[in-house]
């Protein structure tokens, strides 16, 4: 069955980069897009971006350039989301989300991680 | 931006009923819009997509309607289970946006 399985939670200082992982099983990795969207504390849902793991290619919401690196790694089936300069207002569960056929419908969500970032 | 209201943003009710979510876009997006639930502490779930069409493994008390700019997500009889957060989702603009949540709880 299709997984996205990602890395544990972070507690960073104001400042400092992130890097979480999402590992993808179950299915041909390359033919799906895999989007990042998070989620603060009791609050909705914000999409960040998204990378094509065939070509490597990465769009991403304006507010994030220049912030945000994604990339992937076909050998390991594993993408990866670097996050930098961690402001208090990026503590949120990160979660990468398959995107079912080019639609930005998103069929399969990994577990969430938690980062946390304190001054 | 295309902006996404979702109402209520919280409800009560009872298992056995009926519910119907709104979802309004502040412009026309087709039938590209999605609805996701959320459990606490889980990630979303995709229950329907393109306005109408439930997603494979989905109970079939949940359906979606809509198009232009007004959509409804219907439960028809509640479950247990399905006390949780929805969202909707427009896909018509790349630039993603979700509506603000409906968060439902036990009467």
């Known amino acids: 069955q299709v997984q996205l399985v990602q890395s544990g939670a972070e507690v960073k200082k104001s400042g400092a980069s992130v890097k979480i992982s999402c590992k993808a099983s179950?299915?041909?990795?390359?033919?799906?897009?895999i989007h990042w969207v998070r989620q603060a504390p009791g609050q909705g849902l914000e999409w960040m971006g998204i990378?094509?793991?065939?070509?490597?290619?990465?769009d991403f919401l304006q507010k994030f350039q220049g912030r945000v690196t994604l990339t992937r790694d076909r050998s390991t089936s594993t993408v990866y989301m670097e996050l930098s300069s961690l402001r208090s207002d990026d503590t949120a569960v990160y979660y990468c989300?398959?995107?079912?056929?080019?639609?930005?419908?998103?069929?399969?969500w990994g577990q969430g991680t938690l980062v946390t970032v304190s001054s | 931006d295309i902006q996404m209201t979702q109402s209520p943003s919280s409800l009560s009710a009872s298992v056995g009923d009926r519910v119907i979510i709104t979802c309004r876009a502040s412009?026309?997006?087709?039938?590209?819009l999605n609805w996701y639930q959320q459990r606490p502490g889980k990630p979303p779930k995709l229950l329907i997509y393109?306005?109408?069409s439930l997603q494979s493994g989905v109970p079939s008390r949940f359906s979606g309607s809509g198009s232009g700019t007004d959509f409804t997500l219907t439960i028809s009889s509640l479950q247990p289970e399905d006390f949780a957060t929805y969202y909707c989702?427009?896909?018509?603009?790349?630039?993603?946006?979700f509506g603000g949540g409906t968060s439902m709880e036990i009467k």
């Open positions: 989300t398959r995107d079912r056929d080019g639609s930005y419908t998103f069929d399969s």
């Open positions: 179950g299915y041909s990795f390359t033919m799906y897009y």
């Open positions: 990378i094509n793991p065939d070509g490597g290619s990465t």
């Open positions: 412009q026309s997006i087709n039938t590209d």
């Open positions: 393109a306005a109408s």
């Open positions: 989702q427009q896909t018509y603009s790349t630039l993603l946006t």
